[in-house]
């Protein structure tokens, strides 16, 4: 891209000045200056000092203002449900302005994908040394980390002298940015979807979307797989409700490359419980026996089934043997209650809130992403794409209070039968 556009690259600072500036102009409410919608886009742009922080190496000091904003939108989302009164604020631009940009947005990103170095921007240190001592402690499906440790290959050999390229090297680097692109088209196109089937306004997916690729959290992380792609599947699931078989194979899919949405169960099997839970768990069972079977052609002397079974589900997460940021200088004791706490609160979701519509099934969901933040033992903090797009939903949904499933969905497996409503069914 530099051949063609010379110094095209704009450095990560210039563009949290720039974003900061496009999102106030674009999405502030002047007029209401006081509204809820306001306050929430002052959350977002609060992320990127911390960002800006971890990138330069002050890591303790970056990661402690990324868990106060996320604290900040953790008791926003779990305030969610109770804020009744849902006000249509479109955007300052126009629909036709706000597709433009948004479609220019998604440009500039694939070329940023193309053309930097995998991942496109290293936050921190920790980067590097997990290149060099590799993934072991992450949890979620070893395939999937294998495509993540694709990715910090690459970190370790920018740290030494760059030879010739090989061709596994091209291999690489084409498989982490062919994923990463798929992956961020994903999260868009059922951002705008969502807006379309659930909200039943289309400018407010594509506003919602052209929002996620503003933000400069999304510039500095575009090439982390490990971001983006539990992002897109879980924006998809949320796309899907109404097809409980598919959103159990989607949510059960986010767990096997991360595990952490293993603890979103809880909320989705109380959102199905009185219509879609028979089709919704046997959606979840399949995806996830599809995941162990597969951990059966993976596995080796060195890495047997059961070892890749307990990464798979998490239990290396528990007690990891290497941490990185926030947990690297704070003792790992302070970490228990908060996995206990964690653990409390995404079980109560079950039966809180006790009427649960889409709305709260978005606010909800990405509460429970947005906790685990904070015992992730390596670099909790960073991975925002996790709830994001949720969160972005969330701020711009409208009233969805009848968007229930004994509603909202279909009585038997045909998917183009009406919903009937007060009518029960798996």
Same mark, same amino acid.
């Given at each position: 891209?530099?051949?063609?556009?010379?110094?095209?690259?704009?450095?990560?600072?210039? @563009?949290?000045?720039?974003?900061?500036?496009?999102?106030?102009?674009?999405?502030?409410? *002047?007029?209401?200056?006081?509204?809820?919608?306001?306050?929430?886009?002052?959350?977002?742009?609060?992320?990127?000092?911390?960002?800006?922080?971890?990138?330069?190496?002050?890591?303790?000091?970056?990661?402690?203002?990324?868990?106060?904003?996320?604290?900040?939108?953790?008791?926003?989302?779990?305030?969610?449900?109770?804020?009744?009164?849902?006000?249509?604020?479109?955007?300052?631009?126009?629909?036709?302005?706000?597709?433009?940009?948004?479609?220019?947005?998604?440009?500039?990103?694939?070329?940023?994908?193309?053309?930097?170095?995998?991942?496109?921007?290293?936050?921190?240190?920790?980067?590097?040394?997990?290149?060099?001592?590799?993934?072991?402690?992450?949890?979620?499906?070893?395939?999937?980390?294998?495509?993540?440790?694709?990715?910090?290959?690459?970190?370790?050999? =920018?740290?030494?002298?760059?030879?010739?390229?090989? %061709?596994?090297?091209?291999?690489?680097?084409?498989?982490?940015?062919?994923?990463?692109?798929?992956?961020?088209?994903?999260?868009?196109?059922?951002?705008?979807?969502?807006?379309? @089937?659930?909200? =039943?306004?289309?400018?407010?997916?594509?506003? +919602?979307?052209?929002?996620?690729? /503003?933000?400069?959290?999304?510039?500095?992380?575009?090439?982390?797989?490990?971001?983006?792609?539990?992002?897109?599947?879980?924006?998809?699931?949320?796309?899907?409700?109404?097809?409980?078989?598919?959103?159990?194979?989607?949510?059960?899919?986010?767990?096997?490359?991360?595990?952490?949405?293993?603890?979103?169960?809880?909320? @989705?099997?109380?959102?199905?419980?009185? %219509?879609?839970?028979?089709?919704?768990?046997?959606?979840?069972?399949?995806?996830?026996?599809?995941?162990?079977?597969?951990?059966?052609?993976?596995?080796?002397?060195?890495?047997?089934?059961?070892?890749?079974?307990?990464?798979?589900?998490?239990?290396?997460?528990?007690?990891?043997?290497?941490?990185?940021? *926030?947990?690297? =200088?704070?003792?790992?004791?302070?970490?228990?209650?908060?996995?206990?706490?964690?653990?409390?609160?995404?079980?109560?979701?079950?039966? @809180?809130?006790?009427?649960?519509?889409?709305?709260? /099934?978005?606010?909800?969901?990405?509460?429970?992403?947005?906790?685990?933040?904070?015992?992730? +033992?390596?670099?909790?903090?960073?991975?925002?794409?996790?709830?994001?797009?949720?969160?972005?939903?969330?701020?711009?949904?409208?009233?969805?209070? =009848?968007?229930?499933?004994?509603?909202?969905?279909?009585?038997?497996?045909?998917?183009?039968?009406?919903?009937?409503?007060?009518?029960?069914?798996?």
């Amino acid at each position: 891209m530099q051949d063609i556009l010379f110094e095209y690259e704009m450095h990560p600072t210039t @563009w949290v000045y720039v974003s900061a500036l496009m999102t106030i102009g674009i999405y502030f409410k *002047f007029r209401r200056f006081w509204s809820v919608r306001n306050l929430d886009l002052i959350g977002l742009v609060a992320f990127a000092p911390g960002l800006l922080l971890v990138s330069h190496q002050q890591e303790q000091l970056g990661f402690l203002w990324l868990f106060i904003v996320t604290g900040f939108f953790l008791v926003r989302l779990l305030l969610d449900p109770v804020m009744v009164r849902r006000p249509l604020l479109e955007p300052n631009l126009s629909a036709s302005g706000l597709t433009f940009m948004g479609a220019a947005l998604l440009v500039f990103l694939f070329a940023n994908v193309i053309t930097n170095k995998v991942p496109s921007s290293i936050p921190s240190g920790t980067e590097q040394a997990q290149a060099a001592h590799g993934n072991a402690d992450a949890p979620g499906h070893p395939w999937f980390h294998a495509i993540v440790d694709f990715a910090r290959e690459e970190v370790a050999s =920018d740290n030494g002298d760059r030879q010739d390229l090989s %061709r596994r090297s091209l291999v690489r680097q084409a498989t982490v940015r062919t994923a990463a692109i798929i992956a961020h088209l994903a999260v868009v196109i059922g951002m705008v979807m969502i807006g379309y @089937w659930h909200f =039943d306004n289309i400018h407010t997916g594509v506003a +919602a979307a052209s929002l996620y690729l /503003l933000l400069p959290y999304t510039a500095q992380m575009t090439g982390h797989v490990d971001h983006v792609v539990p992002a897109a599947l879980l924006t998809w699931a949320v796309a899907a409700y109404r097809r409980p078989l598919a959103a159990g194979v989607l949510i059960a899919l986010a767990a096997g490359t991360i595990f952490y949405p293993w603890f979103l169960l809880p909320l @989705w099997l109380g959102f199905y419980w009185r %219509r879609g839970l028979v089709r919704f768990s046997i959606g979840v069972t399949a995806a996830l026996l599809v995941l162990v079977i597969s951990l059966m052609f993976a596995a080796t002397e060195s890495a047997p089934l059961s070892t890749q079974l307990q990464e798979m589900f998490g239990c290396t997460s528990l007690l990891p043997r290497n941490m990185s940021g *926030f947990w690297e =200088d704070h003792d790992t004791a302070f970490r228990i209650p908060v996995l206990a706490a964690y653990v409390a609160l995404c079980a109560s979701l079950a039966l @809180w809130p006790a009427h649960k519509n889409l709305g709260t /099934l978005l606010s909800c969901s990405a509460v429970v992403m947005v906790a685990a933040q904070f015992w992730h +033992a390596t670099g909790g903090g960073l991975f925002m794409a996790w709830y994001l797009p949720l969160l972005i939903l969330t701020i711009f949904r409208p009233n969805l209070e =009848d968007r229930v499933a004994l509603t909202a969905l279909t009585t038997g497996w045909i998917p183009w039968r009406k919903p009937i409503a007060g009518m029960e069914g798996g």
